[in-house]
């Protein structure tokens, strides 16, 4: 594979990283609104600082997976559509 080859690979896969992450941000400030409860307020359940949620609600980083877990279960979510957007077939 030549370099430009290369160079294109990785602009699709931050592509679709950046829509995935945009995606998770969605699902996540909705769940936030929905229930009712701030940035600040989630912060404080998950011991991270309040900018960290505010960024994971605008799509800016991603909740490491144990913050999704205990926000799925605070939230009374699936874990894995609040991670995928998909629910899980049994």
């Known amino acids: 594979m030549n370099r430009a080859t290369l ?3 990785h602009l699709e896969r931050t592509a679709e990283n950046d829509r995935l992450r945009r995606a998770l941000a969605a699902r996540l400030d909705r769940a936030f609104k929905r229930a009712g409860i701030s940035s600040a ?5 998950l011991g991270v600082s309040e900018y960290d ?3 994971w609600r605008r799509g800016i980083t ?4 144990n913050a999704c877990m205990r926000l799925a279960t605070v939230l009374n979510l699936d874990v894995h559509w609040l991670c995928t957007g998909q629910t899980q077939v049994a």
Do not use: S
């Not at 307020?41 to 359940?45: E, I, L, N, T, Y």
């Not at 991603?62 to 997976?65: A, E, G, K, T």
């Open 62 to 65: 991603v909740p490491p997976l």
């Open 7 to 9: 160079n294109i690979d």
């Open 53 to 55: 949620v505010q960024y």
């Open 41 to 45: 307020r989630a912060a404080k359940w």
